[in-house]
């Protein structure tokens, strides 16, 4: 059993940044592919960003491609997501998830542990 923990939300203006990080009780990361997602009341939980085990490879959904980016830390215990140029769209809660394998797609279904979420919302 992995349990996430995700910290950095909080209210900001738009035009602001953030940053979330996501960690497992200090236990290591490595072993997993990570996401980021985000849910608002009354829609499903949609991906934003991913990035492989290694951090070689990441995966941007769309709408978030140049604003956001996922990184990990060298130790890999922690994994980020660096949130610039935030919009008042963007008011969701934040999960941190891991999967058990790389997924083929970034879904929800793909992923094997979640977070309990954290709130970021964006101010017009």
């Known amino acids: 059993q992995v349990e996430l923990v995700e910290f950095g939300g909080g209210l900001v203006q738009a035009g602001g940044s953030l940053r979330l990080s996501c960690t497992a009780s200090?236990?290591?990361?490595?072993?997993?592919?990570m996401g980021w997602f985000r849910q608002v009341p009354g829609k499903e939980r949609e991906f934003v960003a991913g990035?492989?085990?290694?951090?070689?490879?990441?995966y941007y959904v769309d709408f978030v491609k140049g604003r956001f980016t996922i990184s990990r830390d060298n130790a890999k215990i922690a994994v980020y997501l660096e949130m610039n140029n935030l919009k008042p769209e963007d008011t969701a809660v934040y999960y941190c998830?891991?999967?058990?394998?790389?997924?083929?797609?970034?879904?929800?279904?793909?992923?094997?542990?979640w977070g309990k979420g954290t709130l970021v919302t964006v101010s017009s």
């Open positions: 990035m492989d085990r290694s951090g070689g490879d990441t």
């Open positions: 998830a891991a999967a058990y394998i790389q997924p083929r797609r970034w879904d929800r279904y793909a992923m094997a542990y």
């Open positions: 200090g236990r290591t990361l490595s072993n997993y592919p």
